[in-house]
């Protein structure tokens, strides 16, 4: 069982760019799902979480820049990215948990294989 994100590529500065997650099964519609995303060198990091009642949690660093969004009638879930930076160059994972908990604490039992978001300056 493996989560799809797609969306990914590169773009300038200040552009936007929108990823996507497609979850296999309806049963992704109840757990927490987001995204992570790691830097060469750097450590994985907590980007956006949103829960299957909608509420959201974000990293400070993509906070008023970054909007995550679900769809659950379609198994979805979206990360609007706007005013990229160059900072914001990472794979960028999808992922999904029963718990919020785990989620944020980057243990979720599912994951995406990731896709690359490059931003030039």
């Known amino acids: 069982v493996q989560l799809q994100a797609s969306g990914g590529g590169l773009e300038q500065a200040g552009e936007s760019m929108r990823l996507s997650c497609a979850a296999p099964?309806?049963?992704?519609?109840?757990?927490?799902m987001g995204w992570f995303r790691q830097a060469p060198g750097k450590e994985r990091e907590f980007v956006a979480a949103?829960?299957?009642?909608?509420?959201?949690r974000y990293a400070d660093s993509v906070k008023e820049r970054f909007t995550i969004s679900r769809d659950n009638g379609k198994n979805m879930v979206y990360l609007q990215m706007n005013s990229l930076k160059p900072e914001d160059t990472a794979v960028y994972y999808c992922?999904?948990?029963?718990?919020?908990?785990?989620?944020?604490?980057?243990?979720?039992?599912?994951w995406g294989l990731g896709t690359q978001v490059t931003v030039s300056s």
């Open positions: 949103i829960t299957w009642r909608g509420s959201t």
């Open positions: 992922a999904a948990d029963p718990s919020l908990i785990q989620f944020l604490g980057g243990r979720s039992n599912f």
């Open positions: 099964g309806r049963i992704f519609m109840s757990y927490v």
